[in-house]
């Protein structure tokens, strides 16, 4: 029995390490992003380094979570880590701005297995109580890496080199790999297995081409050109094909079914608007108080550091009493929350305090920490030990393009309402976006009362 917690304490380590440097990677390449370009010379390609690593990361994420469901969670979790760490080798000596464009994409490919496949770990080494307390410390991580990723990040480019924000994650990366591959001993079975081809590469030309188009419309192309059209165009057809083939295959990349169970649909919706709105707060908040509100920009972005502190604090709490109190209590006192939020933001003008702000952030901080834990729980409650891969990384997936669809939507509706760029005009363009997050934080508040009762959900996780 020692043994056996000595070997899941190890694992459980080696997991908290890979999912803090894939959570550490976006803050800290954000705060180099000035060096790398000046050193590459490739300013015009700079948002490449960042939209190709949400593409990769978001078309592989599903993906590696069925793979992990065919071929055991320690073989695809190994695979994803060891590409994630080439992928920040091959970064950290890129010496043009291409080279690390397509060095950022096998960086991606591996971050698509590194979360989804840890938490789908975690829900087969612990159970009931134990699960929520140790997915809330997961949660946490990502705050964390917001925290200090800017100050790690700065500290690298300013006294060393911006290479070294890739180089670090090497040692992480080896002392993770000893730990998960060393001390994680699953059963699984070896038998043949039906890969669904078909269906992967249908999802990944879907996938692929619509966020090509969310992430390239409205900057490098208009959206009513021609290549916006046809990307979407594209990703419709390919989507339906992708359902079609889902429909009928032996082993389907992703299940229909699991859309059909609503333990697990609510909880995907949730991730989706939730992270919309989280998208619309950290880029509004620093805008709001950087033009309107004559902040210098270390202030403005530090602005969102209350709702990283309220993250984790929520994150934690409802890991460790949701067994006690029910699930759904706890996702919808954050829907609750993070409305409230929501509904303090609409009031935000010219005139409001600093104060305003951070009771905003950490409201919203606070609510998304009540609904996430207490969600990827209840996915993995509710789903099958054979499919647990598959509905954890779906979780990830719609988390991932809530963000992205949210960006495309609000920058497109501020570029829309702002013509002059002056403080009064873009206040009313960013308040036109605090409407919209008011009404998908509205949203919410209707989907979470569509889960069962905390009394199912009690028996199914005591079962």
């Keep these: 029995m020692t043994d056996k917690k000595t070997n899941r304490a190890m694992v459980t380590a080696g997991l908290l390490a890979a999912l803090f440097i894939g959570a550490l990677d976006s803050t800290v390449v954000t705060t180099a992003t000035t060096s790398i370009a000046e050193e590459l010379e490739g300013l015009s390609l700079i948002s490449w380094i960042f939209s190709i690593y949400t593409l990769t990361t978001c078309v592989t994420t599903p993906i590696f979570g069925k793979l992990a469901d065919l071929y055991g969670r320690k073989s695809i979790f190994s695979i994803g880590l060891l590409l994630f760490l080439a992928g920040s ?30 938490f789908t ?5 612990y159970t009931g109580q134990q699960r929520g307390k140790v997915q809330g410390v997961l949660a946490s991580m990502w705050s964390i890496a917001g925290l200090i990723g800017p100050f790690v990040g700065g500290y ?16 992480v990366s080896v002392l993770s790999f000893v730990l998960v591959f060393g001390f994680l001993h699953e059963r699984f079975s070896k038998m ?45 057809v390919f989507l339906f094909a992708f359902l079609l083939v889902e429909a009928r295959a032996k082993e389907p990349m992703l299940p229909l079914g699991l859309f059909r169970e609503r333990r697990l649909t609510v909880p995907y919706l949730l991730g989706f608007f939730g992270f919309c709105i989280v998208a619309g707060v950290t880029i509004y908040i620093p805008l709001w108080t950087q033009n309107i509100m004559d ?16 993250w984790p604090i929520a994150s934690n709490i409802s890991g460790r009493y949701m067994f006690r109190i029910g699930a759904k209590k706890f996702m919808a006192l954050g829907t609750v929350v993070v409305a409230g939020g929501a509904l303090w933001l ?20 606070f609510g998304m920490g009540c609904i996430n834990t207490p969600a990827i729980v209840t996915i993995q409650n509710a789903a099958a030990v054979n499919v647990r891969g598959v509905a954890t990384s779906t979780n990830s997936f719609m988390s991932a393009l809530g963000q992205t669809v949210a960006v495309a939507v609000f920058g497109m509706l501020l570029n829309r309402a702002v013509t002059d760029n ?24 209707f989907v979470v009362y569509l889960l069962p009762s905390d009394k199912k959900a009690r028996a199914i996780e005591a079962a």
């Design 192 to 236: 043949s297995k039906s890969i669904d081809y078909t269906g992967a590469l249908a999802f990944t030309v879907s996938i692929s081409c619509l966020l090509l188009a969310l992430l390239t419309g409205g900057e490098t192309y208009a959206w009513s050109s021609l290549t916006i059209v046809v990307l979407f165009a594209v990703a419709a």
């Design 422 to 445: 002056t403080p009064s005009q873009l206040a009313d363009g960013m308040h036109l976006i605090f409407v919209l997050i008011l009404s998908l934080a509205v949203v919410t508040l």
């Design 121 to 125: 770990i975690i829900g087969d080494l």
């Design 156 to 171: 690298f480019v300013d006294s060393i080199s911006w290479r070294w924000i890739f180089y670090m994650n090497v040692p």
């Design 295 to 310: 902040f210098s920009a270390t202030k403005s972005g530090l602005m969102l550091m209350p709702m990283s502190l309220a």
């Design 346 to 365: 609409y009031t935000l003008d010219v005139g409001s305090s600093y104060w305003h702000v951070i009771g905003i952030v950490v409201l919203i901080g």
């Design 89 to 118: 080798v091959l970064c950290g000596a890129a010496q043009s701005m291409t080279e690390l464009i397509w060095f950022r994409a096998i960086q991606g490919i591996g971050a698509g297995a590194l979360t989804p496949v840890t």
